[in-house]
T-cell receptor, first 113, second 116 residues
Framework: KAGVTQTPRYLIKTRGQQVTLSCSPI?????VSWYQQTPGQGLQFLFE???????NKGNFPGRFSGRQFSNSRSEMNVSTLELGDSALYLC????????????FGPGTRLTVT | KQEVTQIPAALSVPEGENLVLNCSFTDSAIYNLQWFRQDPGKGLTSLLL?????REQTSGRLNASLDKSSGRSTLYIAASQPGDSATYLCAVSDTAGGTSYGKLTFGQGTILTVHP
């Protein structure tokens, strides 16, 4: 069974631009969560989607948004990029949103210059 | 607000040693607890999941225990090997006031180095 895939793996953007990251969950998984990992703050929860609906949201500004499609694939978007948005963005998939084991993808390394 | 703390922050041991990593959380109303390992620059690999109603889980040389009432979990690694070198992360799942359990709150991790 294929794991969680994330594209692109690496991205370099300029301040003020916007970016879209993609996550394909494990086949059969319907819940997708997104996390930001930085050396200073560690892993922080961004949001969770289940059945195309956002079920939970972390404490991030409105520049961070996401969505989930009917095939459970998810995208997250960051608008008006800031230098502090440079991070590893990780996506996790789970069978449902009821506390099942979460499986993480390899991440997208975003660098904002 | 849930807070997760991991001790020690770093650990260096010789190959073959048994070791214990600690995790504590402030709000005992968790749904489950998951241990992960992360290799440098990589994603997270799930090691063990303990439901809140369970006391421990075992997988190979790994054993994780959970004491929900005291807000503590330990990860025991037996007969450590150089390939075990990685960052180990503890994460708890709670509803965060809602009805969905997909939010994980992570500790800062323990950096483990096993030297030959």
């Amino acid at each position: 069974k294929a794991g969680v895939t994330q594209t692109p793996r690496y991205l370099i953007k300029t301040r003020g631009q916007q970016v879209t990251l993609s996550c394909s969950p494990i086949s059969g998984h319907r819940s997708v969560s997104w996390y930001q990992q930085t050396p200073g703050q560690g892993l922080q929860f961004l949001f969770e989607y289940f059945s195309e609906t956002q079920r939970n949201k972390g404490n991030f500004p409105g520049r961070f948004s996401g969505r989930q499609f009917s095939n459970s694939r998810s995208e997250m978007n960051v608008s008006t990029l800031e230098l502090g948005d440079s991070a590893l963005y990780l996506c996790a998939s789970s069978f449902s949103n009821r506390g099942y084991e979460q499986y993480f993808g390899p991440g997208t390394r975003l660098t904002v210059t | 607000k849930q807070e997760v703390t991991q001790i020690p922050a770093a650990l260096s041991v010789p190959e073959g040693e048994n070791l214990v990593l600690n995790c504590s959380f402030t709000d005992s109303a968790i749904y489950n607890l998951q241990w992960f390992r992360q290799d440098p620059g990589k994603g997270l690999t799930s090691l063990l999941l303990i439901q809140s109603s369970q006391r421990e889980q075992t997988s190979g040389r790994l054993n994780a225990s959970l004491d929900k009432s005291s807000g503590r979990s330990t990860l025991y690694i037996a007969a450590s090997q150089p390939g075990d070198s990685a960052t180990y992360l503890c994460a708890v799942s709670d509803t965060a006031g809602g009805t969905s359990y997909g939010k994980l709150t992570f500790g800062q991790g323990t950096i483990l180095t096993v030297h030959p």
